[in-house]
């Protein structure tokens, strides 16, 4: 191991033989710091307690830690703030938003230095030419993506996931992981036959190929989805896989030695999905492949359904197969308007269709008595999710008195449906009325905190990047030590930072990563923990062709460090692109 004394100050910054510095420096040879954190309270990622310590870094490796001599390129002070590796988003949908934000932004400013995108089976390839607006459309159908913005946005300028991996490792700011949307696959070897019927024995030897080919390029795995539409109301291509189908494509990601299954079951069903937790948690005992399903959350309609399908993990957990759940460190509250759309609502055919329409199309639609009928009736058997939608904010005289109040209760006084209330107050409002939906879903804070805290289970599910006109994804990571470190104590520090980084680390095989020892990888976080915090959710109108989002902007965290370069600063963005595919 390595300490200060090993670093002397002035050494070229290559060795003779064009290895990198930190190469060299491992070795024991001398080499130039280029960055030195100092004054640190270090929390390593490995739940150890914490302990005052430098850390000193030569590209883009940490290299020395404890007392760490010499003046580095780069000094901070962190003036007895935490340092903790970098921490490890692993369910995002950035695919598109890269395409216009190589930082992935807000994401790194809450210490986010590598995340995963490629989620619930979609992903920017493969993809043929022709299907280029099928693609758009399964994102704006399953992640609420304006499909303007993606036709604006994202260039297609690939067909293949290894000319695709190959655009987007340039210039990223955090490192990113992407997984290959099993739908994508699907449609690219079947067609429209992806979402007719099983694949033939040729059909799955091409899909096998394709994965094998996307693996060799950095893919990181695959996703699968069996809670999703497209929008024309149909089931995505997963549902119509068989065992087989299936099977083999995990085969051929152990045949690679690396890689993750993704996937996105129906939990909010009756039989709470408990056989396809069994039916992953065979595949994956079978082939050993690392399989995550997301997300469980604490549904107050569905009374001890989150306990027992953390029972059925921990079952599989004990029999050794690598299946793990996925929560969410947030409840799960949105911002309902019918000019945007609803994540919630999207599950329905009409409602969905609604969403696809221009705004006038949209107003008139929702005006027809048959589609209106349609829409009410459906509205009804959703109910039990959206009966705690409130008018967060009216946009006219008619609407304003009624912020504050509950949409059911506003129903119960006029004698009508919810769903007819809502759609009389929106068109009022030009669609513009702000719906909030509260503290509702996966609010009861000790039984989520029982899911933060068990082995069986991942923290992910956050959905940065996704139902951005909904709500802000990015912020999970400085929640968990807000609520459940600091003002809970459901978890010590040293161990939140654990299940935000070397528990990820090695379970999704991000080699090097997910600790701060001598040889890993320089993503590195630092901040306070009496200050950190996830900031309130805010509208900002950045995103290309005037559309907006929600986003959070964190407090307490100062540093944000990625492959041994500073890229979030106090909360600004140095220029730099320091990511790398992962």
Request: proline fraction near 5%; hydrophobic fraction near 40%; charged fraction near 25%.
């Amino acid at each position: 191991m390595l300490d200060g004394h090993n670093i002397k100050k002035g050494v070229a910054a290559n060795t003779p033989t064009g290895e990198s510095v930190s190469d060299a420096a491992l070795r024991g040879e001398s080499a130039m710091l280029s960055l030195a954190i100092r004054n640190a309270n270090l929390v390593d990622g490995t739940g150890a307690a914490p302990v005052r310590a430098d850390v000193g870094v030569v590209g883009d490796r940490i290299v020395s830690i404890g007392r760490v001599e010499g003046v580095a390129t780069v000094e901070i002070d962190a003036a007895g703030q935490t340092l903790s590796p970098g921490f490890i988003d692993i369910h995002t949908h950035y695919d598109p938003q890269l395409c216009w934000d190589r930082y992935a932004t807000p994401t790194p400013e809450h210490g986010v230095t590598s995340l995963v995108m490629g989620n619930c089976s979609i992903s920017l390839s493969p993809v043929r030419a022709k299907d280029r607006q099928r693609a758009i459309h399964l994102f704006g159908s399953v992640e609420d993506m304006e499909g303007r913005l993606l036709e604006a946005t994202v260039p297609f300028s690939w067909e293949t996931a290894p000319e695709y991996l190959a655009y987007l490792k340039q210039g990223l700011g955090p490192n990113v992981a992407s997984l290959v949307g099993h739908a994508m696959v699907r449609l690219y070897v079947m067609g429209d036959a992806a979402q007719a019927r099983a694949a033939t024995e040729t059909e799955v030897a091409q899909m096998c190929a394709i994965m094998a080919e996307a693996m060799t390029a950095g893919a990181l795995g695959l996703s699968f989805t069996f809670n999703h539409f497209d929008e024309r109301g149909r089931p995505l291509p997963s549902h119509y896989s068989d065992r087989q189908e299936r099977l083999r494509l995990l085969q051929t990601l152990a045949k690679s030695g690396r890689g993750v299954v993704e996937v996105a079951p129906n939990f909010f069903r009756k039989g709470l999905g408990l056989e396809e937790i069994d039916f992953w948690g065979e595949l994956a005992l079978e082939t050993g492949v690392t399989t995550s399903l997301s997300p469980i959350l604490v549904m107050p309609n569905m009374e001890g359904a989150w306990q027992i399908i953390l029972e059925r993990f921990e079952h599989w957990r004990a029999r050794g197969a690598p299946l793990f759940g996925q929560t969410q460190v947030r409840p799960l509250d949105m911002t309902l308007q019918l000019s945007k759309g609803s994540a919630i609502l999207s599950k329905a055919t009409t409602w969905r269709e609604s969403f696809e329409l221009p705004h006038d199309q949209r107003l008139s639609f929702y005006g027809d008595p048959t589609t209106r009928a349609q829409l009410v009736a459906e509205g009804e058997r959703l109910k039990a999710a959206m009966q705690a939608l409130t008018v967060k904010r009216g946009r006219s005289p008619a609407t304003v008195g009624l912020e504050g109040r509950k949409l059911t209760e506003i129903a119960a006084e006029r004698a009508e449906p919810f769903t007819e209330t809502m759609l009389d107050i929106a068109i009022a409002d030009d669609l513009e009325t702000e719906f909030a939906l509260d503290g509702f879903l996966h609010s009861d804070e000790d039984k989520v905190a029982h899911l933060l805290k068990s082995p069986a289970v991942h923290i992910g599910s956050g959905d940065a990047g996704a139902h951005i006109s909904q709500f802000a994804g990015a912020g999970d990571t400085s929640y968990l030590f807000e609520r459940f470190v600091r003002q809970r104590g459901d978890l010590s520090l040293p161990e939140a930072v654990r299940r935000l980084t070397s528990e990820l680390a090695d379970h999704w095989g991000f080699q090097d990563r997910g600790r701060i020892v001598p040889g890993a990888f320089a993503d590195l976080t630092l901040f306070d923990p009496k200050t950190i915090a996830r900031g309130d959710e805010t509208w900002v109108d950045d995103v290309p062709g005037g559309q907006g989002r929600y986003i959070r902007r964190p407090t307490g965290i100062s540093r944000v460090i990625v492959n041994g370069e500073v890229l979030v600063a106090d909360g600004a963005y140095a220029q730099s692109h320091p990511g790398r595919l992962i």
